[in-house]
């Protein structure tokens, strides 16, 4: 009877124990995806923007891998922003250059309708890779220790340097320059006499509220392109401007 009521107790127990068990068991796999849902929330929480990349944070763009996505530094537009941190006076020159031979191109087809002229186009396009190019990096890269405070007054003091002490020398010597190169350096003071001035005028124009909007918002390392984007139209009219006739008298 003893030994029975023993073997009874026993088994009860044994019962039991396996039953906390089982419970315990299904509890930890009842919690095991909570728990890497809440390790899923805090990576979410604390590791950035998806794709690996900073957030909102201000600072110099850089280019990420990932995917093409909007905002992404990807493609070509990544290795555009990977050759201006590596190497950007040769990026900055060689788009330079690529844009005076497109505003030349245009010019010539566009505005003034007559034959293409493949030498007038890349004596314009060695024009911006040798000289226009150079210049702008070498001048926007001391502009902005010539001016080193921010806000409205930064941006004003830049915008007047720019336009009022580098623009008016600039043209003068483009134009002095490809007059030059073209062969007719005897036609470089009346060149300036007739054409420097109206051409002034239409750099205000243009680059007054155009410079404004870079300095103002546009981050120094790609401040050349966006000089670069708008010297598109420019260059239409440069290239038409410099290849005027001189009226001699």
Known sequence: MYSLASRILGTSLGAAAHQRQLVTRGHALFQYPRTLLSRSNRNRMTGGSPGGGN?????????????????????????????????????????????????????????????????????????????????????????????????????????????????????????????????TPDLIRPKLEQDLVPAIKVNWMLWVPAQYINFKFVPPNLRVLAVNVVALIWNVYMSWQSHKVVVTK
Do not use: H
């Open 55 to 183: 957030g909102s944070g201000g600072g110099r763009p850089r280019a990420t891998s990932g995917g093409s996505e909007p905002g992404d530094n990807s493609g070509l537009w990544g290795t555009y922003l990977r050759l201006l941190e590596t190497n950007p006076f040769l990026t900055r020159t060689v788009t330079c250059a690529l844009l005076n031979g497109l505003g030349d191109v245009f010019a010539q087809l566009v505005i003034e309708g007559g034959a293409f002229d493949a030498k007038r186009a890349t004596t314009f396009t060695l024009l911006g890779l040798l000289f226009i190019g150079p210049i702008l990096y070498v001048w926007y890269s001391l502009l902005g220790k010539l001016v080193p405070f921010s806000g409205l007054g930064g941006v004003l003091a830049s915008l007047a340097l720019d336009q009022v002490a580098f623009a008016p020398l600039f043209i003068a010597s483009i134009m002095s320059v490809l007059t030059l190169v073209e062969g």
